[in-house]
């Protein structure tokens, strides 16, 4: 009996610690598979602050720093002109607005949006612009307390 007892104890260790090994493997595998990050948010948007065309427009239409907001978020894959580019990568999506006054009601906001890779910090798409609130976002100024 003592023997049946002592088999059938060996008989678990011996499956929980192949099921623990197995596991692990499978762990490592997909750790290998999948790039880690090497750039976070805020270095994504230094990035897109420090690209020629994004300090152009910036400089021509950005001027008051308390009607700015960022925001970013990983993002997989993204669409230009209708057409997906890369749609299994994942980018930090970057997006810097100005309101161009702070009078009230919903106005137009000045637009900087990019792609920036989260792994080489390559960018591969920016684009400006202007657009009415809006037509944006929610998070914007109309939706929030500044009105």
């Known amino acids: 009996m003592m ?3 002592f088999a059938n104890v060996t008989g ?3 499956l929980i610690s192949v099921i623990i090994a197995v596991s692990a493997c499978i762990d490592l595998t997909e750790l290998q598979g999948e790039p880690q990050i090497k750039v976070n948010a805020s270095q994504a948007i230094e990035i897109v602050k420090q690209d020629p065309v994004a300090v152009e427009y910036m400089s021509e239409n950005f001027s008051r720093p308390e009607w700015r907001g960022n925001k970013t978020a990983l993002v997989q894959g993204f669409e230009t002109n209708n ?6 990568e994942t980018y930090w999506k970057v997006e810097m607005m100005e309101r161009n006054c702070a009078c009230s009601g919903i106005k137009s906001l000045y637009v900087v949006e990019s792609y920036v ?3 080489t910090g390559e960018i591969a798409n920016l ?4 657009v ?8 914007t100024c109309a939706s929030t307390a500044c009105h």
């Open 3 to 5: 023997r049946q007892v």
């Open 12 to 14: 678990v260790i011996i």
């Open 83 to 88: 057409s997906a580019l890369q749609e299994d």
């Open 117 to 119: 890779s989260p792994y």
């Open 127 to 130: 684009t400006t612009g202007e």
């Open 132 to 139: 009415l609130e809006s037509n944006y976002e929610k998070e």
